[in-house]
């Protein structure tokens, strides 16, 4: 089992950066595909960005393209998710989750392991 927490949400003002961390225990995630997603009240959980199991390859969602960067550091079992240029619209409960096959996906059901989420707010 896989256990990830987590970390860094907050109140941040628009056009202000947070980083939000995963840390992960119980097992390696080495070899385990990261992935961000998130979810705004009354909405469903929606996929922001993903990370292969090396970090050579990510994809995002086009809504944070160009704004979010995940990133990961296997020696210390963690994922992070570096949000800059910070909108209100992407005010939500982000979560990380991982995908045992080490495989780039969008989609939620691939994902094995989920963490409890870390509440953002963007104030205009």
């Known amino acids: 089992q896989v256990q990830l927490a987590e970390s860094g949400g907050g109140l941040v003002q628009a056009g202000g950066s947070l980083r939000l961390s995963c840390a992960a225990s119980?097992?390696?995630?080495?070899?385990?595909?990261m992935g961000w997603f998130r979810q705004a009240p009354g909405k469903e959980r929606e996929f922001v960005g993903v990370?292969?199991?090396?970090?050579?390859?990510?994809y995002y969602a086009a809504s944070v393209k160009g704004r979010f960067t995940i990133s990961r550091d296997n020696a210390k079992n963690t994922v992070y998710l570096q949000m800059n240029s910070l909108k209100p619209e992407d005010t939500a409960v982000y979560y990380c989750?991982?995908?045992?096959?080490?495989?780039?996906?969008?989609?939620?059901?691939?994902?094995?392991?989920w963490g409890q989420g870390t509440q953002v707010t963007v104030s205009s």
């Open positions: 989750a991982a995908d045992t096959t080490g495989r780039i996906t969008t989609t939620l059901v691939e994902y094995d392991y």
């Open positions: 119980g097992r390696t995630i080495s070899t385990y595909a």
């Open positions: 990370i292969n199991w090396t970090g050579g390859r990510t």
